[in-house]
């Protein structure tokens, strides 16, 4: 089992640049969601999805946005990128919202905006 | 939206001492979790805490659900350098999605 896959790890955008941070994961989780995290402020959602087709706002939402047309895939798109931005962003998946069994984290992706 | 708050934010310890990180929550959960993320690495889960007044253990380490269910923690006895890490709660609630403190940061002297 891959478990939960994200790429790319490392990323250095210029301001204004858009990407796509992507995050498939093979257990057949419901759940998916994606948090930045920045050094003191923990894990902050941003969006998360209870299944194919739903989407929600998490806590800082701004500047980001998400689809999820299969159950295995939840891409993080950030439309104009900022330095704001500049963070380490993780995907996250469980088998329902509240983590029932833990959530499964990938490894990272290490972003930079210039 | 809820908050959950984690003390201490950082910790040193020598190898062999104890080590504890508490949480608390100003409103009931319905479970709370908590996590291992290496430096450099990603949040890793460790346990899940559900009933009110549970204690588990996972080897050296002790976890506690308060009785009414608005705090937990973590004790780790006699550390070694492996425990190095941040350590996060997190705090389910209904049907939301898991509320993460900002976590305990571990440094290990050997």
């Known amino acids: 089992n891959a478990g939960v896959t994200q790429t790319p790890k490392f990323q250095v955008l210029k301001t204004g640049q858009s990407m796509t941070l992507q995050c498939a994961q093979d257990?057949?989780?419901?759940?998916m969601s994606w948090y930045r995290q920045d050094p003191g402020m923990g894990l902050r959602l941003i969006h998360y999805?209870?299944?194919?087709?739903?989407?929600d706002q998490g806590e800082v939402p701004n500047g980001y946005n998400v689809s999820r047309s299969t159950t295995e895939d939840f891409p993080l798109r950030l439309l104009s990128a900022a330095p704001s931005q500049t963070s380490v962003y993780f995907c996250?998946?469980?088998?329902?919202?509240?983590?029932?069994?833990?959530?499964?984290f990938g490894s990272g992706t290490r972003l930079t905006v210039v | 939206g809820q908050q959950v708050m984690q003390i201490p934010q950082y910790q040193h310890v020598q190898e062999g001492e104890d080590f504890t990180t508490y949480c608390n929550s100003s409103?009931?959960?319905?479970?709370i979790q908590w996590y291992k993320q290496r430096p450099g690495g990603h949040p890793v889960f460790l346990i899940q805490?559900?009933?009110?007044?549970e204690v588990k253990k996972q080897k050296r380490l002790t976890f506690q659900f308060g009785e009414a269910k608005k705090n937990s923690s973590l004790h780790i006895t006699a550390t070694q350098t492996t425990d190095v890490g941040t350590y996060f709660c997190?705090?389910?609630?209904?049907?939301?999605?898991?509320?993460f403190g900002k976590g305990t940061r571990l440094s290990v002297i050997a």
């Open positions: 997190a705090a389910g609630s209904g049907n939301t999605p898991l509320v």
């Open positions: 257990m057949n989780h419901e759940y």
């Open positions: 805490l559900v009933k009110s007044g």
């Open positions: 999805s209870v299944g194919a087709g739903i989407t």
């Open positions: 409103t009931t959960l319905s479970n």
């Open positions: 996250a998946s469980s088998t329902y919202g509240q983590g029932g069994y833990g959530y499964t």
